[in-house]
C-alpha cells in the first residue's frame, strides 16, 4: 500500500538514553542500580550514625547507686563481721580478692568469649531480639561489657536511648580499661539478691565466706543467681530447684568447654549448701558504740575524715576480740544490769568500760552500755564525768618521776609518813593555801605511809603530795601516761579528787602505760583498713619511755597492796584469780563509781554513771541497785574481776616484773591496820575542825552507809558540810575559809554525805 499509513510492527519505546523502557511489572521492581544505591545509603547513614553516635556519646560518671558502698567493720580475727554500716549493702574487692573459679563461672554463665572477642557483640543482639520476638522468652545480647556499663554507668530502664547509650559507651570503655578492669567492676556491680551488690556481699549473704574463698560450686551458683537474683535463690524458694540447678548444670559445663575446669573436678563438684538469709547487722548491742568510737578514731587521728568515710567503701578490721568483748558483755550484764530495779534511781544507771592490751595498746574491749538502740551516748567514751581517786596513782608516778620531797625535805617513797588529818590544810611554799580536804566519812589518820594513804584513799596525803610535787609537774605526768591534751585537769591540789572530766577509755591509756612499765602506746581501735582492696596507711605508734620504769613500777607496787592489802579498796581484784594493781574512785554526790587496774596482760577500767535519760543530766546513785551508795570496789570492781578473769582464761598466770624504788619489795607484803592508819575519831588537837560538827544526825536518805563494812573503826563524830563539784571551775571549797580550787571527800567513794544532801567523793 502507497502513499497511506502503512501497517507493521509497532516501534519499541525507549529512554532518553536509547535504553529500552520497563514496562508492566518490570516497571515496579528496583533494579540493580537502586538496589546498591539503597544499599550504600543505608551503609552511609549507619557509618554515619556510629561516627556521629560515637562522637556524641561519652562515658558519664558512674551513677551514686554503683558506688555506693557500706563501710564493713569486723573483730580482730579479720573474719567475723561486727555490723555494716550504709544504705547500700556493698563491699568492692579487686579481682584477684575473688577466687579464679567464680570468676570462671560468671564468665561461663554470662559471656564465654569475653576476652578475645569485642566489647558488643551483634550477632548476639541480633539472636537476642530474634528469640525474644518468637516468644522463645526475653534474652539479653549484652556482653559482659555492656552489663557492667549499665550497671556502672547507666540504669535497668529498657528503652531504645538506654540501649543506644549502652552500646557505644561499651565500644569506648572496651578502649580505655583492660579486660580485667572490666570483668572487676561487673563482679562488684552485679545484684545478687538478698540486697546484695558485688560477689563479696553475696560470698557472705549465700556462704558466710569472703570472695577469696568461693569454692567451686559456691561461684558456680553465684554466677547461676546472675541469670534470676529472686527466683534462684533456694531458701526462699524452694520450688525453683530444679531450674537452678539445671542453670548451675549449665554454668559447670561451659567451664568444662572453655578449659577452666577439669571434667574429674566436674564430677566431683556437687551442689552446694545455701546459708539462710542472715539480719543485717544493725548498731544494736555493742555495734553502735563500736561503729561510733572507732570512727571518731579513723577522723581525730587524720587517717579517713567524716565526709570521706561516709561515703562507704572501707574494710575495717578493728582491735576488738571478740571473746573479751562478749566476756565484758556479760560481766556487765550479770554484775549491774541483772541487779537493777523499778526504782527511779535504777534508770539513771549507766556503765561503760574500756579494755587495752599493754603490751600493743590494742583496745581489745569496748563497753558501751546496755544498747546503742537504747542509750545511744556511748560511756566507754563519755568524758564528762569525774574518775574521782583513780588519778591519785598519777601523783604518785609524778613524784618518782621528779624525785620529789615532802615539805620536810624528805624523799617521796610508799613508805613515806603523812599527815592524814582529816581537813588537814594543805602547806604550800609560801605556808598554809586554805585548801582543807575531806577525807571519807570525815575518818583521820594522823600519821600514814604513802602505800597505806593509797590503800585507804586518803584524801588529805594526795592533795598534799600534789602540792609538794608541783601541780603542773602532775598535769605534765598524765599526759606523759597518755591522758589526752583537751582534759583540762585542774592546776590545784583538788586534782587528787579527779576533779575534772575524764572518759574510761582516757584513763585506761594512762593505766595501761603504767602496765607496761612507763612505756606509751598511743591505743588504737583499728588493725586495719582497706579501701577497694587497697591498703589505707595508719600512724605509727611506737612505744615510748614517757615515764621512768621506776617511776611506774613503783606505782603498780603500791597499787598492788590496794588489791592484796586487808582493808583496802580494791581487794575485789583477787576474784579475778589474777596478781592485779588498782585503785577505786567515786565521784562527788555519787554520780560516778570506778575500778581501774590492770594485770601484766591487761589493763581494764569500768565506770558506773548516773545520767538522766530524759535531758542528759548527771544523777545522783543512792539507793541505785538497791544499795546505800555504789563505790569503786562494788559493782565495778565485780565487773572488772569477773571480766578479768573470763578475759584470761586460759592465759599462764604471769606476775609481775618490777623496777621498783631501791630498799622497796618487789612485790608488797600483805599488811593488816596498825594504829598509824587506823582513823581517829576526832582531828588532833593542833588542827581544830573549821566548822563546828552539826547536832543531827544525817537522815538515811541522805547520808547512805557504805555497802562494804569497814575494816577499821569508822569515826564516831558527825559530817560536815562537804565540799561540792563545780564542773566549770573545778572543786570549790564548801564551808572551809579561804578554801579556793578544793574539795573534800576520800577513800571509796563512801564520801559523806552532809545535811544539804551531798557527800565527799570518794576514792
Do not use: C
Not at 438 to 451: F, H, K, M, R
Amino acid at each position: 500500500m502507497t502513499g497511506g499509513q502503512g501497517w507493521g510492527p509497532r516501534p519499541t519505546l525507549t529512554d532518553r538514553r536509547g535504553r529500552p523502557r520497563r514496562t508492566g511489572l518490570r516497571r515496579l521492581l528496583p533494579t540493580w542500580r537502586m538496589v546498591t544505591g539503597g544499599v550504600l545509603a543505608v551503609l552511609i547513614v549507619l557509618i554515619g550514625g556510629f561516627f556521629l553516635g560515637y562522637a556524641l556519646v561519652s562515658i558519664p560518671d558512674p551513677n551514686a547507686a554503683a558506688t555506693a558502698q557500706s563501710n564493713v567493720y569486723v573483730y580482730a580475727d579479720g573474719t567475723t563481721e561486727i555490723a555494716r554500716d550504709g544504705a547500700i549493702n556493698r563491699e568492692n574487692v579487686t579481682l584477684s580478692g575473688v577466687a579464679k573459679t567464680a570468676q570462671h563461672a560468671v564468665l561461663s554463665a554470662e559471656d564465654r568469649n569475653f576476652y578475645h572477642e569485642s566489647a558488643v557483640s551483634p550477632k548476639a543482639m541480633l539472636r537476642a531480639a530474634w528469640n525474644t520476638a518468637t516468644g522463645k522468652g526475653r534474652q539479653s545480647g549484652s556482653t559482659i561489657t555492656q552489663q557492667y556499663v549499665k550497671n556502672y554507668y547507666l540504669n535497668q530502664s529498657q528503652t531504645a536511648v538506654r540501649k543506644v547509650k549502652e552500646f557505644f559507651i561499651a565500644i569506648k570503655l572496651d578502649r580505655n580499661e583492660t579486660k580485667d578492669q572490666i570483668l572487676e567492676g561487673y563482679l562488684n556491680t552485679s545484684y545478687y539478691g538478698r540486697n546484695a551488690y558485688g560477689i563479696q556481699a553475696a560470698s557472705q549473704a549465700y556462704f558466710g565466706v569472703n570472695a577469696s574463698e568461693l569454692t567451686t560450686a559456691q561461684g558456680a551458683y553465684l554466677a547461676t543467681l546472675l541469670n534470676a537474683p529472686s527466683e534462684y535463690d533456694l531458701v526462699a524458694h524452694p520450688e525453683n530447684a530444679p531450674a537452678a540447678k539445671g542453670r548451675w548444670n549449665y554454668v559447670l559445663d561451659g567451664m568444662v568447654k572453655e578449659g577452666w575446669l577439669s571434667q574429674s573436678e566436674r564430677n566431683a563438684t556437687v551442689f552446694p549448701g545455701i546459708d539462710k538469709p542472715k539480719p543485717v547487722a544493725s548498731k544494736a548491742g555493742q555495734r553502735g558504740y563500736i561503729i561510733e568510737a572507732v570512727n571518731r578514731y579513723l577522723s581525730d587521728n587524720h587517717i579517713v575524715d567524716a565526709d570521706t568515710l561516709r561515703l562507704g567503701g572501707y574494710r575495717i578490721v578493728t582491735t576488738i576480740q571478740k571473746p573479751k568483748e562478749d566476756a565484758f558483755v556479760a560481766a556487765a550484764q550479770r554484775n549491774i544490769y541483772d541487779r537493777l530495779g523499778h526504782r527511779t534511781v535504777d534508770k539513771y544507771v549507766r556503765a561503760g568500760g574500756a579494755s587495752i592490751d599493754p603490751a600493743t595498746g590494742n583496745v581489745v574491749a569496748l563497753y558501751g552500755g546496755i544498747d546503742y538502740t537504747k542509750q545511744y551516748v556511748s560511756s566507754a567514751t563519755n568524758a564528762t564525768y569525774p574518775p574521782g581517786s583513780t588519778f591519785k596513782p598519777v601523783i604518785f608516778a609524778s613524784a618518782v618521776q621528779h624525785e620529789s620531797s615532802t615539805q620536810d625535805k624528805e624523799p617521796i617513797t610508799p613508805k613515806t609518813v603523812y599527815d592524814g588529818t582529816n581537813k588537814r590544810e594543805v602547806i604550800g611554799p609560801d605556808g598554809p593555801t586554805g585548801y582543807k580536804p575531806e577525807n571519807e566519812d570525815q575518818g583521820s589518820y594522823p600519821d600514814i605511809t604513802v602505800t597505806r594513804a593509797m590503800d585507804k584513799s586518803v584524801n588529805a596525803v594526795f592533795a598534799q603530795m600534789a602540792q609538794d610535787v608541783g601541780t603542773r609537774k602532775v598535769i605534765d605526768t598524765a599526759h606523759d601516761l597518755g591522758m589526752p591534751d583537751d582534759v583540762k585537769i585542774p592546776e590545784t591540789p583538788a586534782m587528787a579528787l579527779g576533779a575534772f572530766g575524764a572518759s574510761p577509755l582516757d584513763m585506761a591509756q594512762m593505766y595501761a602505760t603504767l602496765a607496761n612499765h612507763g612505756k606509751e602506746i598511743p591505743y588504737s581501735l583499728v588493725l586495719k583498713i582497706t579501701k577497694d582492696g587497697n591498703d589505707v596507711s595508719l600512724p605509727k605508734r611506737d612505744a615510748v619511755q614517757s615515764v621512768p620504769r621506776q617511776a611506774a613500777d613503783t606505782t603498780t607496787s603500791i597499787l598492788r597492796s590496794v588489791v592484796d592489802s586487808p582493808g583496802a579498796t580494791a581487794t575485789v581484784a583477787q576474784d579475778s584469780g589474777w596478781p592485779s594493781a588498782a585503785k577505786t574512785g567515786t565521784a562527788d554526790d555519787d554520780i560516778a563509781a570506778w575500778f581501774a587496774g590492770y594485770t601484766p596482760k591487761l589493763a581494764t577500767v569500768v565506770a558506773v554513771l548516773g545520767m538522766n535519760p530524759d535531758n542528759g543530766k548527771q544523777e545522783k546513785l543512792y539507793g541505785a541497785m538497791n544499795l546505800p551508795r555504789i563505790n569503786g570496789g562494788g559493782p565495778p570492781g565485780s565487773v572488772w574481776a569477773d571480766y578479768t578473769a573470763a578475759a584470761l582464761k586460759g592465759v599462764p598466770k604471769q606476775n609481775f616484773s618490777l623496777d621498783v624504788q631501791s630498799g622497796l619489795p618487789t612485790q608488797p607484803p600483805a599488811t593488816t591496820a596498825s594504829p598509824t592508819d587506823t582513823p581517829t575519831s576526832t582531828p588532833p588537837t593542833s588542827e581544830p575542825p573549821t566548822t563546828p560538827p552539826p547536832t543531827t544526825t544525817v537522815p538515811p536518805t541522805t547520808q547512805p552507809p557504805t555497802t562494804e563494812p569497814p575494816t577499821t573503826q569508822p569515826p564516831t563524830t558527825e559530817p560536815t558540810p562537804s565540799d561540792t563539784f563545780n564542773p566549770i571551775g573545778g572543786v570549790t571549797g564548801g564551808t572551809s575559809p579561804g578554801g579556793g580550787g578544793g574539795g573534800g571527800g576520800g577513800g571509796d567513794g563512801s564520801g559523806t554525805a552532809g545535811p544539804d544532801g551531798n557527800s565527799s567523793p570518794g576514792g
